[in-house]
C-alpha cells in the first residue's frame, strides 16, 4: 500500500471547491468528485443543477453518496503522510507553534533535532536519532521534521499528529479522529486554517492601519477646526459686542433726542400757552374797560343816550375762543405711543434673540423638532360644522377654511340654529375626539387677530363668554404681535407672529400644545387638564378690530420636515 499510494499525489486528492483533500467525497453522474458539504453548499447557491467543473448540467438534483472507495484512498494517504519527511512546511511548524527544536537527549550541551519520534514523543539530534535506523524495533515508528512540545501536538487518543483542525468544536484533531467523531463537521488542515488566520490578521492589521491613519487625519482635522472656531469666535464676540454697544448707544442717543424733543415739546407748549394767556389777560383788561363805558353810558339821560349809543367799534377786536387749542400735550402723547410700540417691538427682538440664544445652548432646537414630528404622527382629518358657525362667518364648501364675512353676509334664519355660536365669531369641527392623540394643523397667515384651540361640545353658545375664562375651552389668543392665554390674566405669553399653528391634545394624558409648525418652537401649553367629554377643533377668525383681518384660516395638511 505504502507503494502504491506513491503514486499518488495530494493534488489528485484535492476537493476542486474548497481545495483541500476530500472530507466524505461525493461523485457526479459526470464523473466528477467533490466534498458532500462542498457541493452542496455550491447547489445551494444556483438556481440550476451543474457541474461546477465541466457545467454538466442535471435535470434532478442527484442523489449523492459517500464514495467509500475515494474515502479510504484518503484516508490511507493522510495516514501514510506523516512519514514523508517534507510534509510539515515551515509555515505548518509557525502555525503548530514551531521554532528551533532542540535534542532532548543531549545533556550536555544540547545539540538541534533533526526528527521527532511520534511514538517516543522525543525529538532527537542525528547522533541520538541513529538507534531508529539501526534497531528493528525501532525503524517501524515514525519520524517527521523536529516539532516544538511534541505531546501537545500528538494525539492522546490515537498517537498521531493532530494536523486538522475542527471548526465546530474548536479543537485540534488527528486523521483518526476525523473519520471517527468528526464526520459530519467543518474540518479543515491546519495549513488552511493558519493560512486563513493569517489571511484574516493581515486584513484586520490593514484596516487597523487604515483606521489609524484616518483618525489620525481626523484629529489633524479637529485640531485645525478648534483653532478656526477659536478665532472665528473671537470674531463672532467682537462682532457681537460692538453691534450691541451700537445699539445701546443708538438707543440712548435716541433717548436723549426724545428727552430733548419731548422737553422742546413742553417748551414750546408753555411758551404757546403763556402768550394766549398774556393775550387774553389784555382782552380782559380791555373788555373791563368796555365795561366801565357802558356802565357810563347805561347813567346819561334818554336823549344823551340815543345820541352816544354804543358804536359797534367800542368793542375791541378778540380772539376766536372755539379756535384756540393747545396740541403740545396731544402730541406729547403720540410720541409715547410710538416709543411704546418701538419699545414692544424692539422687546420682542430681544426676547427672540434669547430664545435662539438659548436654543443653541442647550440644544432644545433639535429636541423641539423631534417633539413636532412625535405629534404629527397623530394629525387627523378636520372638517368645519357649518351648522356651529356664527352667521358673520363664511366657510368653504370642503370645511377647510373659515373667515370673518361683512354685515350683508348675515344669515338670513329666522329660527337659527341651537348649535351656532351667537356671540363669539367661532366655529367648531364636526368631528370630536374622547382618547388617545390627535393633532391638527392650521395655516393663519398675516392675520392680525385670532383664536385657536379645542372646545367641549356642551360649550356655551348663546351669549358672549364672561371675564373668567370660559369652562370647556382651551385656546391661544393672537392679537396683532402677541399671544395671550385665558388662564394668563391678559399677560402674553409669547411675543411675535407665526403662519401654521400645529395644535396637538393628549386626551388620556391631559395635555393640549401649540406649536409654530414652521419653526418646531412651542406657543403655549396648558397642562395636567382633565377632560369629560369630546373636544373640537375650536377656529375663531376674529373681526377687523385690529386692522384688516379678513384673511381666512385654513385647515391644512401636516409638512412633515427631516
Given amino acids: 500500500m505504502a507503494s502504491g499510494s506513491s ?28 466534498c458532500m458539504s462542498c457541493i452542496s453548499t455550491y447547489w445551494n447557491g444556483i438556481p440550476a443543477t451543474q457541474c461546477p467543473v465541466c ?213 414750546a407748549s408753555e411758551e404757546e400757552a403763556a402768550g394766549l394767556i398774556s393775550d387774553m389777560r389784555r382782552e380782559i383788561t380791555e373788555l373791563q374797560e368796555t365795561t366801565m363805558k357802558l356802565k357810563e353810558l347805561k347813567q346819561t339821560g334818554d336823549l344823551p343816550f340815543l345820541h352816544s349809543s354804543p358804536n359797534p367799534s367800542i368793542l375791541s377786536h378778540t380772539m376766536d375762543l372755539s379756535s384756540i387749542s393747545l396740541n403740545g400735550q396731544a402730541e406729547i402723547r403720540r410720541m409715547q405711543k410710538a416709543l411704546s410700540d418701538s419699545v414692544s417691538h424692539l422687546r420682542m427682538l430681544v426676547n427672540k434673540m434669547s430664545s435662539d440664544t438659548q436654543k443653541v445652548i442647550d440644544g432644545t432646537d433639535a429636541s423641539n423638532k423631534a417633539t413636532l414630528r412625535f405629534m404629527q404622527q397623530y394629525e387627523v382629518d378636520v372638517e368645519l360644522d357649518p351648522d356651529t358657525a356664527h352667521p358673520r362667518l363664511v366657510l368653504s364648501d370642503d370645511g377647510k377654511q373659515v373667515r370673518f364675512g361683512t354685515s350683508s353676509g348675515l344669515k338670513k334664519n329666522m329660527n337659527p340654529n341651537p348649535k351656532m355660536f351667537t356671540a363669539n365669531l367661532a366655529v367648531l369641527g364636526k368631528r370630536g375626539f374622547s382618547s388617545h392623540k390627535f393633532y391638527f394643523e392650521v395655516f393663519v397667515g398675516g392675520k392680525t387677530e385670532w383664536s385657536l384651540g379645542v372646545a367641549t361640545a356642551s360649550l356655551q353658545r348663546k351669549g358672549a363668554f364672561g371675564r373668567s375664562p370660559p369652562h370647556g375651552l382651551w385656546v391661544v389668543q393672537f392679537v396683532k404681535d402677541k399671544f395671550e392665554a385665558p388662564v394668563s390674566a391678559n399677560q402674553p405669553v409669547r411675543f411675535g407672529k407665526v403662519e401654521r399653528v400645529g395644535v396637538f391634545v393628549d386626551y388620556d394624558g391631559g395635555q393640549i400644545s401649540f406649536y409654530d409648525a414652521q419653526t418646531a418652537t412651542p406657543i403655549y401649553s396648558f397642562p395636567q387638564c382633565v377632560f369629560t367629554e369630546e373636544l373640537h377643533p375650536y377656529l375663531n377668525p376674529c373681526d377687523n378690530e385690529y386692522g384688516s383681518n379678513s384673511g381666512p384660516m385654513t385647515i391644512v395638511p401636516v409638512q412633515r420636515k427631516e
Avoid at 503514486?7 to 467533490?34: A, M, Y
Fill in 7 to 34: 503514486l499518488l499525489s495530494e493534488e489528485q486528492l484535492l476537493c476542486p471547491i474548497c481545495l483541500d483533500v476530500f472530507k466524505r467525497p461525493v461523485s457526479t453522474p459526470c464523473g466528477h468528485n467533490f
Fill in 55 to 267: 457545467k454538466e448540467s442535471f435535470v434532478r438534483r442527484p442523489d449523492l453518496k459517500v464514495n467509500t472507495f475515494i474515502s479510504e484512498l484518503t484516508s490511507q494517504f493522510m495516514t501514510l503522510q506523516p512519514a514523508d519527511p517534507h510534509i510539515w512546511s515551515p509555515d505548518q511548524q509557525q502555525a503548530l507553534g514551531g521554532g528551533a527544536v532542540l535534542c532532548d537527549i543531549c545533556t550536555d550541551t544540547q545539540r538541534e533535532a533533526v526528527r521527532s519520534c511520534l511514538e517516543c514523543l522525543t525529538s532527537y539530534c542525528d547522533v541520538h536519532l541513529e538507534p531508529h535506523h539501526r534497531a528493528a524495533g525501532l525503524k517501524r515508528h515514525t519520524l517527521v521534521e523536529p516539532i516544538v512540545s511534541l505531546e501537545d501536538k500528538i494525539c492522546k487518543d490515537h498517537t498521531r499528529l493532530l494536523t486538522m483542525l475542527c471548526r465546530n468544536d474548536g479543537a485540534l484533531v488527528c486523521d483518526v479522529c476525523v473519520r471517527l467523531s468528526h464526520v459530519s463537521h467543518d474540518v479543515v488542515s491546519v495549513k488552511r486554517f493558519y493560512e486563513e488566520r493569517m489571511a484574516l490578521l493581515g486584513n484586520t492589521e490593514a484596516k487597523v492601519q487604515q483606521m489609524i491613519q484616518e483618525r489620525l487625519q481626523k484629529v489633524l482635522e479637529v485640531i485645525m477646526s478648534v483653532e478656526q472656531s477659536k478665532a472665528e469666535t473671537k470674531d463672532v464676540i467682537a462682532d457681537s459686542a460692538r453691534d450691541l454697544a451700537t445699539l445701546v448707544s443708538e438707543i440712548q442717543k435716541s433717548r436723549t433726542e426724545l428727552v430733548k424733543a419731548i422737553e422742546e415739546k413742553q417748551k
